[in-house]
Every structure is written in structure tokens, then in C-alpha cells.
């Protein structure tokens, strides 16, 4: 596989780079202003952009440069402006009632990180892959995972809960940039197809919530229960 | 007609009759256009059977797979559908709904569509793209009466099965990766291809990618403890649409997990993921068994008593084996069958009761007697009683479980099943035979609105008679079909 015989400087910049993002995940995570999600969010879309370019040309892959504008041009710059008019027609700034401060956030997301660590050393060693990037990048891919679910669990803010989603959905993409290079171009495609609906039908959704519950929080949904 | 001729019809129809709905502003014409789907998917479903049997066959460059599985699961999906299609002429004549009737039956037919598709795809990461697909649909249709507390349950349907559902694309990829060290970088991630190569891959990598696909795809079963959208989007949603997602939509995703149990048997994982199988699937019916007892919403009663026969399933599956196999299929065709019939009773009852609260449903049989009388068959046969299906099914998963390696969970299974028995039926007999001095006084009301139309009853009927014929007669023609979906899933040696 490709991540077993990187030169020095591509396996440092993939490092770079998925790092990057991973602390981007990190500013989502500790912030409370829905603004600074939407650009935190946005430049870990370029970063990942930039990483799948990276492999294309480091790994031979040509198609990935398409993936990488699609994904700059989709995930960078299409998704943010989406999210952005959803935010415009709420007229919430912020996240206020938060589960859990962002300080405490910041602490259980560095443990999920260091269980993502300790996962996937466990499965590096179980592939004799250990000291590669291949490592780095699962522990990256599932510690935005798991920040990502974390977020869905404490924030109420829709769009915080969206955002929590696409984390998640950015992790997968940028560590199967890495793990699995070579995955069918079409699969590729359909998947960030799929995001941009998924993330049409939530604002479809939310403008319903607005409307027939009058709230945008998921802490005032609380009529179905048992 | 060939095999690529009807399976072009099964997918096909639903899809021109989503456009057509689109395009038509008349309610009466969209319904039409929609119940003529129906049948047709039915029809091209029933002669893609005895084709399907012999061999799995790929169409469309390799991209739709046409095996016994695959076309069992579309059997059970398009009885649904039909059934559901049919009620729904009854059940929407509601006046004020008219203009938002192309629209329901739109959204109707592409969520056919979409549940029709996902059995039938061959590349995996399609499949999971076609699971998604349901959940953005059906969203729209939970939330269809736009009151707050269907769009809280659409909300909360589309968060928790997208988190989840997300795990599965995780495992997915795993599994591709680990496939990668074997097969090169590129190659179509097929359900053959992942088959054929399992023997070879990492065993700690197959492992953690198996765990994640269960617990993803068991999110959209429905397997508890990751069931907490079901019962929400269930009863929230017009009574059409909780029909068809629990008859349908849950088997669409169990047919991924069926497989996946597969590639873990050849993967040789010891006993590991039939018992995490097994496991959730107790889980499941004790968790069932809880609220079941305590319910007093009618359709989350069917809601968990979906989430109790999808634990039924798994754990089939789970004891794996010729019979857990044929065991959980049968229950499959048969639950469908079974729970379209309870929701159509509850949304009946919820028509002439104008409530959905147990506890306001009194004299059932006087206020409407024939479907109280079906409905009444129907609750019987749910909680596995004798003469219907699903006490055949039960009783052939218990004797599978025995001989299985897991053989504890079917003494859980025995008594959690009663436990429901129990409690289910319970609800039934306060609706049914319970005596409340004010309810006289309510019947009273209710008296002369009562009148329901034929096209809320007759699909009762035509989910009972075959469920009674299912329970008293297993035919043959079933058995061989089993034996082939075995060999299918347990290898050349059942």
C-alpha cells in the first residue's frame, strides 16, 4: 500500500496535513460561535482538498486530482455557503445552553484522541504497520469520528449538530485519502454528492423546525419520549 | 419477460411514478399512478423469484446483483409497498389534504424506489449510498404532517440514523482497505469480491470493520440499544409510511447485515461476531419486552414491537446455520406482512378514535367490527402466537439457537417473547374487553362517524389470509428457496 513507502517529505506532509485538520476539529470543538464552525469547518475541507491532491501526485493517482477540486470546490466552498444561509435565516449567533462547556469539550475530545491512538497502534501492530503514516492517519480519521459524535452529543444547536456530521463525514474522507488511495472514482463522487444533499434535506428540515416547533435548539425537542 | 426486463420494471416503475407525481397537480391521478407502481413492482417481483433461484446474476455492468437474497428481501419490500399503496387511497381521504397529495405519493414512490434498489446493488459502497438514500427520503415523510412533533421525530430520525449509518461507511472502508493488501489499490469492493478474499485479510482490521457495519447498518434495523429513532419516526409518521417502514426499510438493511455475517463466517473470526450478533439481538427483544409492557402510545407499541421482531431476526441470522437462515427469512416475509396489518388496525383505530393514546380505545369490536376482528387475529399472530407465521418462524429460529453455539440466548428469547406475549395482548384486552363507565359516554360520540373505507380493510385481509395459510403450510417451494439462500450464505457445505 501506498503509506509503507512514502519518501520523507511526502509522508511528513501527509502528517502535516492531517494534523491540520485534526486541530481544526478541535477549534470546532471549542468554540460557541456558530460563524467560527463554518470557517474552521471550511479550511478543514481545503486541507483535505490539499491532501487528496498530495496522494494523487505522490501515489500516482491522477483521478484524485479531480476529487480534490471537486472536494475544495464541494466540501470548501459549497456546503459553508449552504450552512451560512441556514445560520443567516435562524438569527442565532451562538451556541448558548451547551451540554458541556467548551473547556470540558476540549478535555474529552484529547482523550477520544488519545483512544483513537491507542486503537489504531493496536491495529498497526496487527498489520506491521506501525511508524507509518497509515497509523497517523486512522488515529486522525477516527478521532474526528469520534469528536464528531462527541459535538452531536453536547451541542443543541442544529447547526452545530450538522456540523458534527460533517466532521465525522470528513474524517472518513481524509483518512480513506490515505488508507485506500485507489477507491473507485465513482464511489468517490456519489459519496460527495450525497453530502450536498444530505445537508439540502437539513435545511429543508431545520426550516420546519423553525416554522412548526419554533425552536432551532434540540434541547426544546423533548415531546417523544418512552 | 429476461431477469435485466423485470428487474428494469422493479426499479423503473416507482421512479416514473415519483416524476409522474411530480408533474400531475390532481391527488386522484398521483395515487393512481402510484398504486399502478405498486403492482407492478409486485408482479415483476414475483417472476423474478423462481429466476433469482438459479444463481446470483449481475446486470448493469456489474452494478445491480440479482440472488435468492436479495430477491426475498424485494418480495417482502413489495408487499408492503402494495399493501401500504392500497391503504393509503383509504386512509388519505382527509379533507384539506388534496393539495399536498402529489407530493406524499412523490416522496412514496422515490422511497420505493430507494428500498427496491438497495437489495439489489452489488457494489457495497452503492448499497450503503442506497441506505442513505432511504433515510433522506423517508425523512420527509415522517415529518410529512409538519406538526412539532413529526418534525421533532424527523429530526431526530435523520441525525441518529446518519451518525449511525456513518460508522457503517467507516467499516466499509476498512474492510476495502484490508481487501487493498490482497487485491491492489483499485478494485470494485463487490459482495463476491469481499467474499472470495476474506480468508486472507487481516484478522484484528476485519474484525473492528465487521463491529462497525453491524452497529451501523443495526442503527437503521433498528437494534436497540441504537433503536431510540424508531419508535419516534414510527408513530409520528402518516400510518401508510410507519407500514412501510417497518415492514420494508427494516429489511432492507438486515439483508446488509445477513451478509456481512457472511464475510465475517469465511473471514474465520472464531465466534466473536455471532456472539456481539446474538447479544444485540436479546438486547433487543429485552429491551422491546420494557416498553412494550408500559407503552401507551398505540403505534410505539407497534413501533417497539418492530423493534422486538427485528431482534427476532437477528438473532436467527445470528445462530446462523440452514435453519436460524431459513427461520429469519421466513419471519421476515412474515413480520411484514404482520406489522403492515397492525398499523393499518392502529391507524384505523386512531381514525375512528380521533387519539393515539391507548387508554382512549375502548370496545374496539363494537365501534368497528370486522377490522377490530382482523386486527385482533393480528395481534395474536405478532406476539408469535399459533396458527399464524411468525410462531412457525420463532419456533424454527429456537431450534436453530439450540443447536447453535449461543444456545443461552434462546432461553433469554423464550422468556422475553412471553413476557411480551403477555404484555402485548394485554393492551389489547383493555381495548378490547375492558370496562370503563365513561366509555359508554365516549362510544356515544363516536357513534355514526365511524365508517371506514373499504380501502383501510381490504389490505388487512389481504396481509391475514396469508399470514393464516403461512402459519398452517410451510410450502416446499420455501424450503428449497431457503436451502439455496444457505448455500448462498454458509458455503457449498450447509
Known sequence: ?226 | MSASALVTTILGAPLLAALGCLLTRRGRSAQLLNFAAALAVFVATLALLPRAFSGPYTFWGGYLLVDPLGAWVLLSVAVVYLLASMYSIGYLRIPGSAPRLPGFYALFAAFAFTMLAGPLMNNIGVYWIAIELTTLVSTFLVGFERNRASVEAAWKYIIVVSAGISLALLGIIFFYWAASFQLGPTFDLTWSALRSVAPRLDPTLTLMAFLLVFIGFGTKVGLAPMHTWLPDAHSEGPTPVSAMLSGALLNTAMIGIARFIQVADVARLGLTPRSVVVAIGALSLFVAALFITRQTGIKRLMAYSSVEHMGVMTLGLGFGGPLGIAGALYHMLNHSLNKSLMFFGAGNAMHVFHSRRIGRMHHVLKLMPAAGLLWLAGALAITGAPPFGLFLSEVTIMRAGLASANAWAVFAMLVLLNVIFIGFLNHFRAMYFGSNPDAEVRMAEHAGEAQLSAWCVLPMWLALIPLLVLGVWWPHAFSTYFAAISRELLGSTP
Not at chain 1, 497502534?121 to 478521532?143: E, I, K, N, P, Q
Request: net charge neutral; with cysteine; aromatic share 8%.
Open chain 1, 1 to 226: 500500500m501506498l503509506a509503507t513507502h512514502l519518501n520523507p517529505l511526502a509522508a511528513s506532509l501527509f502528517s502535516l496535513l492531517a494534523i491540520a485538520s485534526l486541530l481544526l476539529a478541535f477549534v470546532l470543538l471549542g468554540s460557541r460561535w456558530l460563524q467560527d464552525y463554518l470557517i474552521a469547518f471550511a479550511v478543514e475541507s481545503w486541507l483535505i482538498g490539499a491532501l487528496s491532491a498530495a496522494v494523487g501526485f505522490y501515489g500516482h493517482f491522477p483521478e484524485l486530482y479531480i476529487v480534490a477540486a471537486l472536494t475544495v470546490l464541494f466540501r470548501g466552498l459549497v456546503l459553508p455557503y449552504m450552512l451560512l444561509r441556514i445560520i443567516r435565516r435562524l438569527e442565532v449567533q451562538r451556541e448558548i445552553h451547551e451540554r458541556l462547556a467548551p473547556a470540558s469539550s476540549l478535555v474529552v475530545g484529547a482523550l477520544l484522541v488519545v483512544f483513537a491512538f491507542v486503537v489504531s497502534t493496536h491495529l498497526g501492530d496487527s498489520l506491521h504497520l506501525v511508524g507509518s503514516v497509515a497509523v497517523l492517519a486512522l488515529t486522525v480519521m477516527l478521532s474526528m469520528k469520534l469528536i464528531g459524535l462527541l459535538m452531536l452529543i453536547v451541542r443543541s444547536e442544529v447547526i452545530s449538530q450538522i456540523l458534527g456530521l460533517l466532521v465525522l463525514e470528513n474524517g472518513i474522507f481524509l483518512g480513506s485519502q490515505i488508507l485506500v488511495p485507489g477507491m473507485p472514482l465513482l464511489i468517490e463522487l456519489v459519496i460527495l454528492f450525497d453530502l450536498l444533499v444530505v445537508v439540502a434535506c437539513f435545511g429543508v428540515l431545520v426550516r420546519y423546525l423553525v416554522v412548526h416547533a419554533g425552536t432551532s435548539s434540540t434541547l426544546n425537542l423533548r415531546r417523544l419520549a418512552g
